[in-house]
């Protein structure tokens, strides 16, 4: 679509202009992996029998250091004797597909050739059980069948629901390692019972038929660098994962302002979180008006939101699309449909897989955003822009948040304010660069209101 008016040249000039600003995160030290896997999770290695089959359950999620991560596990596992392998635990990701789960982990650097070890990646399961209500629970016949399972995940609040629990241990048990049959079933029986019960249930089912010997949690600081890691037994699963759990709330980054008009996104994607765009960041959750009764009211409040393109890493799953107002249609030729729409259906997530209005270039989505937010200046919105939802230190602002900013003792203005750099393909020019190590531009003395 690009039969606009506001694609004219000139409704640039109505723009507003964007300074550099950073977050000021608190500083933590980094983690020796190795020493600490072997402290943690060593004695309880010591458990195993010599020659023990050990799966190791790694997920589709972008943790950081992750290959560092499962070998610092595998490494553990080997000096007792243990014969560990890798499982993928990513439910129906990577299309759902034994192949496609062998590519996502590659992605990581999770891969046989570096790892030295087998990846066994059937998506064939296994029933294991029965929750009171008489729903059948099923897992990955590789982990049914191994001596031993560990299972290594990042905990993080969930996308999709709020509560004690989310993303973490107990949902690649149940989830992952379900594979898609499991995932499907979990995600069905959740938007008829809510999704924490049945974490609740499903995993008291799992976690009793599965020979799991211990789950490997990863606490992520702002930066989302590890900054904890803790070895939870089968018995405190829940209860340590809840506890996790609250950690990992209080550590998460987010947008330094309660109400944006604009919020421009350079990248979404799967390996960036599990909706494309973290609904913490943008404010918006996936399930929309789809389950009413598991939306909560968040912030920031995000008015209009602009994304722009797809990370390779994807694979063409644009799931999380949906929450967005505009996107651009290299964003949609880069979608892979099949893989979208499994991903949404197996998590009743049908809002996520939904087109929003698409123009051809940047510069003609920026405009009818402007124009639909129908301020008497389009220069005041209140507008940001990030790389993507996991780099939030740094982004860009408009003048009507630096007057804020400079009153906050959290941000630093790195320098003037600026117009939207477009190319003569009317798309911005550049990416901001993803993470929170990588400067927007050369920090500048805190600059005035006064240069904008």
Sequence with gaps: MSSDPSN?????????????????????????????????????????????????????????????????????????GARPFVVPAMGSHGGGTAEGQIALLGEYGVTEAALGVPIRACMDVEEIGHTPEGLPVVASVEAVRADAIVLVNRI????????????????????????????????????????LAVLRRFGAVASRRLPLLAGLAIVENQRHDPARLAVVLPEDLES??????????????????????????????????????????????????????????????????????????????????????FTTTRLIAAMDRAVTVTNALT?????????????????EAIAAALTTLALPDPRQARVVRIADTLSVERFEASAALLADAELRPDLEVLGPAQPLAFGEDGNLAIHLPRGGGGAICSPLKRASLAQW
């Design 240 to 325: 340590r994962e809840s506890a996790l759990c609250a950690e990992a709330r209080a550590l998460m980054p987010r947008l330094p302002f309660d109400t944006v008009d604009l919020l421009i996104v350079d990248q979404m994607g799967k390996n960036l979180s599990g909706t494309g765009m973290d609904p913490a960041i943008i404010g918006r959750m996936i399930h929309g008006y789809s389950l009413a009764e598991d939306v909560e009211h968040r912030t920031p409040h995000v008015r209009r939101l602009f994304v722009r393109d797809l990370t390779p890493e994807s694979h063409g799953n644009a799931i999380g699309l949906g929450l967005a107002d």
């Design 347 to 363: 998590a009743l997530s049908l809002q996520g897989a939904k087109i929003p209005i698409a123009f051809a270039t940047d510069r």
């Design 8 to 80: 004219d040249r000139s409704a640039s000039a109505l723009f507003p202009r964007l300074a550099p600003v950073r977050q000021l995160l608190p500083e933590s030290p980094v983690l020796d992996i190795s020493a600490v896997v072997r402290e943690e999770l060593g004695p309880v290695a010591r458990r195993l029998k010599p020659g023990a089959r050990v799966a190791v359950a790694v997920g589709s999620r972008g943790i950081s250091r992750l290959q560092e991560l499962v070998a610092a596990v595998l490494e553990c596992l080997r000096v007792t």
């Design 156 to 195: 993080k609040p969930h996308t999709d629901f709020g509560g004690d629990l989310g993303s973490g241990l107990l949902k690649m048990l149940v989830v992952g390692l379900g594979k898609r049959v499991g995932a499907a079933r979990f995600h069905a029986a959740a938007s008829r019972l809510g999704y």
